[in-house]
C-alpha cells in the first residue's frame, strides 16, 4: 500500500529533504532581508499605534487608512 502512494519513496524523501535544507539554509542566511522595516516605517507605525490607542482611550473610531494618509501629507498642507 505504501508502494501505491510513494512509486519511488526513495527518490521522493530525498528530494523533500533537499528542498526542506535549501528553504532553511536560505531562510537562516537570507531571510534578514525579507523582514528588514527602515527606522520610517518604524515611526510611521509607532505613530500609528500612539494615535490608535488616543482614540480608543477617548472612545473614537479610528480609522487606520485616514490616519495613515494624514501622516504621509506634507507638514504645510491642510488637512481635511
Same mark, same amino acid.
Given at each position: 500500500?505504501?508502494?501505491?502512494f510513494f512509486?519511488?519513496?526513495?527518490?521522493?524523501?530525498?528530494?523533500?529533504?533537499?528542498?526542506?535544507? !535549501?528553504?532553511?539554509?536560505?531562510?537562516?542566511?537570507?531571510?534578514?532581508?525579507?523582514? /528588514?522595516?527602515?527606522?520610517? $516605517?518604524?515611526? %510611521?507605525?509607532?505613530? !500609528?499605534?500612539?494615535?490608535?490607542?488616543?482614540?480608543?482611550?477617548?472612545?473614537?473610531? /479610528?480609522?487606520?487608512?485616514? $490616519?495613515?494618509? %494624514?501622516?504621509?501629507?506634507?507638514?504645510?498642507?491642510?488637512?481635511?
Open positions: 500500500m505504501f508502494v501505491s512509486p519511488k519513496p526513495k527518490l521522493f524523501f530525498l528530494s523533500a529533504a533537499g528542498w526542506s535544507l !535549501l528553504l532553511i539554509l536560505l531562510w537562516f542566511f537570507g531571510g534578514d532581508c525579507l523582514h /528588514f522595516m527602515p527606522d520610517e $516605517e518604524i515611526e %510611521l507605525y509607532q505613530t !500609528l499605534d500612539e494615535r490608535r490607542y488616543q482614540a480608543e482611550q477617548q472612545g473614537e473610531v /479610528f480609522d487606520w487608512n485616514q $490616519e495613515k494618509q %494624514l501622516l504621509a501629507l506634507p507638514a504645510d498642507s491642510s488637512k481635511h
